[in-house]
């Protein structure tokens, strides 16, 4: 996960983490200023296609802000933290896929209920 921001200490970063979770507007910019743009490569690196990294982002940046709550600092960084959330993402988005991926698969299989079975008008 080393795609993070690296400028970012330990203190700073449970000093963001408190104002976060106090619901700090700075704080929330700071957050988004430092963090949006390493998500997205993090993201990148790890998605099949340009608007499921968009997806994939966006939702992790989502999923952040309405659990920020649930973040520990004794657990770990901000940034790892958001790394969890966005594999989280990238797994629901890779099933999501797989399952529509299945179901284009059984309608071009499956042939038309009845259409084997009519016969042939003459």
């Given at each position: 996960?080393?795609?993070?921001?690296?400028?970012?200490?330990?203190?700073?970063?449970?000093?963001?983490?408190?104002?976060?979770?106090?619901?700090?507007?700075?704080?929330?910019?700071?957050?988004?200023?430092?963090?949006?743009?390493?998500?997205?490569?993090?993201?990148?690196?790890?998605?099949?296609?340009?608007?499921?990294?968009?997806?994939?982002?966006?939702?992790?940046?989502?999923?952040?802000?309405?659990?920020i709550?649930?973040?520990?600092?004794?657990?770990?960084?901000?940034?790892?933290?958001?790394?969890?959330?966005?594999m989280?993402?990238?797994?629901?988005h890779?099933?999501?896929?797989?399952?529509?991926?299945?179901?284009?698969?059984?309608?071009?299989?499956?042939?038309?209920?009845?259409?084997?079975?009519?016969?042939?008008?003459?």
């Open positions: 996960m080393g795609e993070g921001p690296h400028a970012i200490d330990r203190r700073e970063d449970q000093r963001l983490a408190r104002g976060l979770q106090a619901g700090r507007r700075r704080a929330w910019s700071h957050f988004c200023a430092l963090y949006a743009a390493p998500l997205y490569r993090f993201t990148a690196a790890r998605c099949e296609t340009p608007l499921s990294v968009e997806d994939v982002s966006q939702e992790a940046l989502a999923e952040a802000v309405e659990h709550r649930r973040y520990d600092a004794s657990k770990g960084a901000l940034w790892t933290w958001l790394c969890g959330i966005a989280n993402k990238i797994r629901e890779r099933c999501a896929l797989t399952r529509e991926d299945r179901l284009r698969e059984k309608l071009a299989v499956e042939p038309e209920r009845g259409a084997a079975n009519e016969p042939e008008e003459s």
